[in-house]
């Protein structure tokens, strides 16, 4: 699986858009990035994926580039609740490879 | 739905001491992970299950056991526990999508295992 590299905490200003960066630059074609959090000491909560095209639900949007080689995630309208670390995962959806990676991921702060 | 549960939330053991920590998830996935968290770094992967009666090794093994019995519930075994065992333990399950795992994992709410 490609390697991720996260910025290792960012603020943001309550009911402004957090964009995190995410570089996975040896990704290859088949691979998804997924997105998770942790809030606190709670268990990850997953947030969303991608493989190429940019991808929304009700949590968040994900921007992928056009050479894959970065995405964003972007929680539109940052509450106190988002206050989280937020993981970027670049995994292959294989039979077989079930695993998820990682890393030490990005501390959100959301600031009244 | 329970979602995925953790049986004990907190335990306190001695060196060489064992205990098996209880993953059960009402969900009806066939997909079954343990995880362990040390301060400061992510999730490494101890096993997973694929479906009952089948357990894999993940990234670090050593010193865990697991079983999966059932498909609901999955064990996490440390046969005699050592201070390196001291982390919190996350469950996790996911269904089966086109013959491969889901997109998401849906987790426990962990176990703070202290190992002294």
């Known amino acids: 699986d490609a390697k991720t590299t996260q910025p290792t905490s960012m603020d943001c200003a309550e009911g402004r858009a957090a964009n995190l960066p995410c570089n996975h630059s040896t990704i290859s074609g088949n691979e998804y990035v997924y997105w998770y959090r942790q809030i606190h000491s709670q268990g990850p909560q997953y947030i969303i994926h991608?493989?190429?095209n940019n991808e929304t639900n009700e949590m968040a949007s994900l921007i992928i580039t056009e050479d894959r080689k970065s995405s964003t995630l972007i929680l539109p309208h940052a509450t106190l609740r988002d206050t989280a670390v937020y993981y970027c995962i670049v995994r292959v959806t294989n039979f077989g490879n079930e695993k998820l990676t990682f890393g030490t991921g990005t501390r959100l702060t959301i600031i009244p | 739905n329970a979602g995925v549960t953790q049986t004990p939330k907190f335990r306190v053991l001695k060196t060489g001491q064992s205990m098996t920590l209880l993953c059960a998830q009402d969900?009806?996935?066939?997909?079954m992970y343990w995880y362990r968290q040390d301060p400061g770094m992510g999730l490494r992967l101890i096993h997973y299950?694929?479906?009952?009666?089948?357990?894999a090794k993940g990234e670090v093994p050593d010193g865990y056991n697991v079983s999966r019995l059932k498909k609901q519930n999955f064990l996490l075994g440390l046969e005699s526990a050592a201070p390196s065992q001291t982390s919190v333990y996350f469950c996790?399950?996911?269904?089966?999508?086109?013959?491969?795992?889901?997109?998401?994992?849906?987790f426990g709410p962990g176990t703070r295992l202290t190992v002294t």
């Open positions: 996790a399950s996911s269904y089966r999508r086109f013959s491969r795992a889901s997109y998401e994992q849906y």
């Open positions: 969900m009806n996935h066939e997909y």
């Open positions: 299950s694929v479906g009952e009666g089948t357990t």
């Open positions: 991608g493989l190429k």
